[in-house]
T-cell receptor, first 120, second 109 residues
Framework: EVQLEQSGAEVKKPGESLKISCKAS????????IGWVRQMPGRGLEWMGL????????IYRPSFQGQVTLSADRSISTAYLQWSSVKASDTAIYYC???WGSGGELFDIWGQGTLVTVSS | EIVLTQSPATLSLSPGERATLSCRAG??????LAWYQQKPGQAPRLLIY???NRATGIPARFSGSGSGTDFTLTISSLEPEDFGFYYC???????????FGPGTKVDIK
């Protein structure tokens, strides 16, 4: 079964660092980029960026460039989303999703989401 | 960045009724539009890709249509499990930018 398993919920204080993960199974990890999507409380879906499983530079939505870092470790089929210093406004559910489609235009498999809460 | 708008914001219907959801793109996206369903507390699920193709395992009561700037998701006869949020999505440009519509909530009348 193709699936993406995300790491568990996190509670952080403003200014702390954070790294969440997304482990792929059931398919060849190197065949698909992984996207990250943010969903703030009570809001819709917002694409953050794409990370390649093959050492190509990640692609960031401009508003997230410099705010987060995307990476991947193909040896363990895992993608990561990290912050060097979280803010209260980073409180959200973060989803990873497999990029798919003839032109890589959509996301066909989604992780269960990681809830990140940032509060002093 | 291509902006997607969805209407209505909320659709209140009874089980067995037909649901018609609209998504409009700020400029032509051809047929490269996807629809997702999200139930409370769950991750989104791909329903439709390339405007009209059902994803694996999606029931036949879900159908998509449209091209260019105007798209429709139709649920022919609502089942209790169909209530939730529906989002359209497209990708444009290089480097790519993926955008989602603001969503339509389908709730029980």
């Amino acid at each position: 079964e193709v699936q993406l398993e995300q790491s568990g919920a996190e509670v952080k204080k403003p200014g702390e660092s954070l790294k969440i993960s997304c482990k792929a199974s059931g398919y060849s990890f190197t065949s698909h980029w992984i996207g990250w999507v943010r969903q703030m409380p009570g809001r819709g879906l917002e694409w953050m960026g794409l990370v390649s499983p093959n050492d190509t530079q990640p692609i960031y939505r401009p508003s997230f460039q410099g705010q987060v870092t995307l990476s991947a470790d193909r040896s363990i089929s895992t993608a990561y989303l990290q912050w060097s210093s979280v803010k209260a406004s980073d409180t959200a559910i973060y989803y990873c999703a497999r990029n798919w489609g003839s032109g890589g235009e959509l996301f066909d498999i989604w992780g269960q989401g990681t809830l990140v809460t940032v509060s002093s | 960045e291509i902006v997607l708008t969805q209407s209505p914001a909320t659709l209140s219907l009874s089980p067995g009724e037909r649901a018609t959801l609209s998504c409009r793109a700020g400029q032509s996206v051809g047929n490269r539009l996807a629809w997702y369903q999200q139930k409370p507390g769950q991750a989104p699920r791909l329903l439709i890709y390339d405007s009209s193709n059902r994803a694996t395992g999606i029931p036949a009561r879900f159908s998509g249509s449209g091209s260019g700037t105007d798209f429709t998701l139709t649920i022919s006869s609502l089942e209790p499990e169909d209530f939730g949020f529906y989002y359209c999505q497209q990708r444009s440009g290089w480097p790519p930018i993926f955008t989602f519509g603001p969503g339509t909530k389908v709730d029980i009348k």
